[in-house]
């Protein structure tokens, strides 16, 4: 025969909770597959079969809530006889007691801030949990802040410096069962510095143009620090500007600008940083004209001074670069010319200190690395000299030439036929063409020199000014 020892249910009666059937087969076949099934009796005794319900666990939710569960095990053995089946019942099931085992309270406990309240709640569904938030007072006392009852969040005030905010939490399930308070404390206030909703900069910016930012009026005093990255945004570098203004420099094409701003209370406490969006650095388009002009015939020149304020004239071409020391009134000296040819290390290099100085390094002949710093009268002609430079040196360079404007063009450079034809309308036909294509990847797939960076990004602004070709806009002062 087959048949089985009742043993017993285990588990807490009360939703949520687990209830486990212990039961002993005995038989002498060994034991099939025996029935396991679960009812919830309602007070008057009707039974519900519990749908899916096929093992010895079952656990217990708010529909069992005030009735009882019945469990019941038919065995069977392995060649299919059935036995008597036994059954059990449990107590009746009660609601759990809402709890949490945990309370605190997020964020920065600083006048202007916000605060609050996280919690993990236990015992079934939870209901409409009530929450209150308080202030401490220094004698030990607490104030209600009635404004924020029933808030999961709460916005420190001037009233709140030097004091701590308490939450109550107080958990409540679906049914309406209330449970015993938790609390928890936020260190104590700071003060707060005064604050900016918002900076925004236009999408664009230009080289040699200053641009402005105008923060609220008032008593706060502003900290300014200006920064640009290249354009994939994730290298931002601090400029020497510490004001409200920045005039973007020939180092500064091609790459993106933004101002983070700190308001200053007039006792010297600092509010929170306010970043700006960024902007494109592009060429003004009168500025791009004129650059285009100086490069279309193939060759340009510009007349410069050293330290001692003698001249010398800079003779750019396809091939490279000449730099021709003047011959002092009544000199007898030999007149210097430096050859260059377009390869590393050539680079030209804006000062930080000085507007209107640049420096150009490269190697001679013999291998020797030199360089030699040169002075204009302002600081747009410095800049001027530096695009005009740095173009040349782009296009004359296969790599990056074919990268942004084709092979074409590039061909077309290296072979002298710009500075062949004697035609600044041809040359600047030419490169107009090109510059109307297709703008290349943003950042250099392959690795420059800092030189041959620099020419890179001078011909894609160059492409994006062209693309856009938009006038300057009102607030933009072109410095003189």
């Not at 964020?107 to 209150?132: C, I, M, N, W």
């Not at 401490?136 to 808030?151: A, I, M, P, Q």
């Not at 601090?238 to 920045?246: A, G, H, K, M, Q």
Request: a negative charge; hydrophobic letters at 30%.
């Amino acid at each position: 025969s087959t048949q089985s020892t009742w043993g017993y249910l285990e588990g807490t009666p009360e939703h949520t909770s687990i209830l486990t059937a212990h039961v002993s087969y005995i038989g002498v076949v060994p034991e099939g597959r025996s029935i396991w099934r679960w009812y919830i009796v309602d007070p008057n005794g009707a039974e519900i079969l519990v749908p899916h319900a096929h093992s010895n666990k079952l656990k217990l939710t708010t529909n069992e809530i005030n009735k009882r569960i019945k469990f019941e095990y038919t065995p069977v053995s392995s060649d299919g006889v059935v036995g008597e089946p036994v059954a059990t019942y449990s107590n009746f099931i009660t609601a759990a007691i809402p709890q949490s085992s945990e309370v605190y309270i997020t964020g920065t406990p600083q006048e202007d801030y916000t605060l609050r309240v996280a919690h993990k709640y236990h015992g079934g569904t939870e209901g409409a949990s009530k929450f209150r938030w308080y202030r401490s007072t220094s004698d030990g006392h607490r104030v209600e802040l009635e404004s924020n009852r029933e808030k999961l969040e709460y916005k420190l005030s001037e009233e709140d410096v030097g004091q701590q905010v308490i939450v109550e939490y107080i958990p409540i399930d679906v049914n309406g069962l209330v449970s015993e308070s938790k609390f928890a404390m936020s260190d104590v206030i700071r003060p707060g510095g005064p604050t900016i909703q918002e900076i925004q900069l236009p999408g664009e910016t230009y080289c040699m143009k200053i641009r402005t930012v105008h923060p609220p009026k008032g008593e706060t005093r502003h900290e300014f620090s200006w920064e640009v990255s290249d354009v994939s945004g994730s290298n931002w570098m601090p400029t020497s500007s510490r004001t409200n203004s920045y005039q973007p420099t020939a180092d500064d094409v091609n790459h993106l600008l933004r101002v983070k701003v700190v308001p200053v209370k007039p006792d010297g406490h600092p509010g929170n940083v306010v970043i700006s969006n960024s902007s494109i650095v592009l060429i003004e388009p009168s500025i791009y004209e004129q650059i285009l002009n100086l490069i279309s015939p193939g060759t340009a020149g510009f007349n410069v001074k050293d330290a001692n304020g003698l001249r010398w004239e800079v003779s750019l071409s396809h091939e490279g670069f000449k730099l021709k020391k003047a011959k002092s009134p009544g000199s007898q000296e030999t007149v210097k010319v430096e050859d260059v040819k377009w390869s590393p290390p050539v680079h030209l290099t804006l000062a930080a200190q000085d507007d209107t100085q640049f420096t150009v390094n490269y190697a001679t002949n013999s291998g020797t690395q030199t360089s030699h710093s040169f002075y204009v009268d302002k600081r747009i002609d410095r800049d001027m000299v530096a695009l005009v430079f740095r173009a040349f040196h782009g296009l004359s360079d296969k790599e990056i030439c074919c990268d942004v404007l084709g092979s074409t063009i590039s061909e077309q450079w290296s072979s002298g036929s710009f500075k062949s034809q004697k035609s600044r309308k041809k040359g600047n036909h030419l490169l107009s063409s090109v510059l109307t294509s297709s703008i290349p990847d943003q950042v250099s797939p392959y690795s420059l020199s800092r030189g041959k960076a620099d020419a890179r990004d001078t011909l894609i602004a160059m492409k994006k000014t062209h693309h856009k070709h938009s006038p300057a806009t009102a607030d933009d002062e072109l410095e003189t």
